[in-house]
């Protein structure tokens, strides 16, 4: 049985199909439509997912949407009448927005897809929840998800036991810590909905001094319910605007565009609104363990892939195991669904475990090379002992090498199959990748990818962390004191790095690089970045790459088998 989950409509679109309950292609639509954080109906994406098993729209048997877009209809007509003048502009963009298309969700679906059944409709957060409990190893476990906002909901906590899911308790529309953080993100001179990482990088460059300014947003309660007080924010009845003047006289001009500048004073805010969230987070999953008994944990939504908050959980909620999914935004959806309508609404017996990311499109050798030779392009060509040798060694003289293998992964995480490589060894690589490859702020960190087996020798890495999550590169976790000098490129200013575990049974080719570095150098583990400039998509095609490799700084990229310098 085909089952094809669909999200779509505000950002990070995306499809994903699950045959008899396994997941067995996903795939965002920004990777096929090179629009960063596309948002329109997943079309390239649902034709890859039905390619990649060789079917047609006919073979499959459900099509399923991640949210009730006359549930989101009925928010944004409330909230603009309740908002009302001030809501003018937002009702005249909803309302055209929805009612030329997102409205008629079941008819583009059949349209676009030429899908002639019916077409299913999952709620927003019940999509969140099940994409990381359906895809999680536990039987039981309690649940919560945290985004922006769904059709009202904006926060959940639930259980998930065996084939269902229950929320038990919900925080709804307008107040969202989701979107008290994307406020923050825009004050600090960042895109909402793409720079809430680069806050979260920012944070560590000051201290948290004005939590008693975050704290006059926001009232909290001790089991991490809250209220937002709305007189200081315009994201309800404004369009573009997330604050409002009242924001601005509390905590001063907003932050200019100067990207690369760390200004004291804005990086607190920023230590500020992390720690907030953080502790909000910390009081829910605290509340969660001591309500529910359970020892388990799936967390879900776009507040999820805080990975600072993350790791907080991890060590300080009661939990001993926690599941995220690697796509655990708005594109996880597409997954939660399909898998939600297989297991709750069909009853069929859970067996899938979502053990790694590698979800999405690949090219053959001999497409790469026909490419190659198609472009008139000079390449090596290697046995794969001697290109796992060649890799290393140019890593270890300084080089950055741009990795191209297998799958593209799923998620906003490259995980070894579309990443850029440097050696963690050297402190100066951070603003080499940064400033002449990346080109993207300075103060951004950089993340570890480390043999599984050697990972405690590193990092503070629990167990529990090894499993999965880190799998994911989902938490921060602190550098081992004794270690930080011998691994500075990927080492943050506070001591904390954000780390993947490689096994070698799930991608032996990264792992086997990996171990070749470090039988040159002693040194486990190799600086890893997403491979795409600022502003770009992750590269997902030898074209995507070598486009890529050819507007920066790389100096190897290594297709499959095939290695070409600058």
Not at 271 to 291: D, G, N, P
């Amino acid at each position: 049985m085909y089952i094809l989950g669909i999200s779509a409509f505000y950002h990070d679109s995306a499809a994903a199909l699950i045959k008899d309950g396994n997941v067995v292609a996903a795939v965002e639509e920004e990777r096929l439509s090179r629009i960063k954080h596309d948002n329109g109906f997943p079309e390239k994406a649902a034709e890859y997912c039905l390619a990649k098993e060789g079917i047609s729209i006919n073979d499959v048997e459900h099509v399923v949407f991640y949210e009730k877009p006359f549930l989101k209809f009925e928010r944004l007509l409330m909230s603009s009448f309740g908002t009302f003048p001030s809501s003018c502009r937002l009702f005249r963009e909803a309302m055209m927005s929805m009612l030329k298309e997102k409205l008629w969700v079941k008819e583009l679906i059949q349209s676009k897809l030429k899908y002639k059944k019916e077409v299913l409709f999952v709620e927003h957060h019940i999509s969140h929840a099940a994409s990381s409990f359906f895809c999680s190893p536990f039987e039981e476990a309690a649940i919560l998800t945290a985004d922006g906002v769904g059709e009202w909901t904006t926060t959940t906590l639930g259980i998930g036991r065996g084939n269902d899911i229950k929320l038990l308790k919900e925080i709804r529309f307008p107040h969202s810590l989701g979107l008290l953080y994307s406020a923050f993100t825009a004050f600090l001179g960042f895109e909402v909905n793409e720079g809430e990482y680069k806050v979260m990088g920012m944070a560590p460059y000051g201290e948290p001094k004005y939590l008693d300014k975050v704290y006059k947003l926001l009232k909290v309660n001790d089991d991490g319910s809250y209220w937002l007080d709305m007189q200081y924010f315009s994201y309800h009845y404004s369009p573009d605007q997330t604050f409002n003047g009242n924001f601005t006289k509390l905590f001063g001009d907003p932050k200019g565009k100067q990207a690369d500048v760390v200004d004291k004073y804005y990086a607190d805010i920023a230590a500020s609104i992390q720690r907030v969230t953080e502790e909000v987070l910390l009081k829910m999953t605290r509340y969660l363990y001591k309500e529910t008994g359970l020892k388990k944990l799936c967390l879900a939504g776009g507040v999820a892939l805080n990975s600072v908050a993350n790791g907080r959980i991890m060590r300080e909620s009661g939990f001993e195991d926690i599941f995220i999914q690697p796509a655990a935004g708005d594109s996880g959806g597409a997954v939660g669904a399909a898998l939600y309508v297989y297991h709750s609404l069909l009853g069929k017996k859970r067996q899938y475990i979502m053990e790694h990311a590698y979800l999405g499109p690949e090219s053959r050798h001999e497409e790469i090379e026909a490419f190659l030779k198609g472009n008139n392009i000079p390449f090596q060509s290697f046995e794969q002992e001697e290109l796992l040798k060649t890799v290393a060694e140019s890593l270890t003289q300084g080089k950055v090498v741009g990795w191209f293998q297998g799958r593209t992964e799923w998620g906003p995480r490259a995980l070894g199959d579309r990443s850029i490589l440097a050696d963690p060894r050297k402190e100066e690589m951070k603003d080499i990748v940064n400033a002449k490859i990346k080109f993207r702020e300075l103060f951004r960190p950089f993340a570890p990818s480390v043999l599984v087996e050697k990972a405690e020798d590193f990092f503070e890495l629990p167990e529990a962390e090894r499993r999965f999550p880190a799998r994911f590169m989902l938490y921060v976790t602190p550098v081992k004191e004794e270690k930080r000098a011998q691994i500075p490129a990927i080492t943050h200013v506070d001591g904390s790095a954000r780390p993947q575990t490689v096994f070698k049974e799930l991608n032996p080719l990264y792992y086997g690089l990996i171990e070749e570095f470090a039988h040159l150098t002693g040194v486990p583990l190799l600086l890893n970045t997403s491979f795409n400039l600022k502003g770009e998509p992750i590269v997902c095609t030898p074209q995507d790459a070598f486009n890529t490799f050819s507007k920066s700084g790389l100096d190897l990229l290594v297709l499959g088998n095939y290695v070409v310098k600058k």
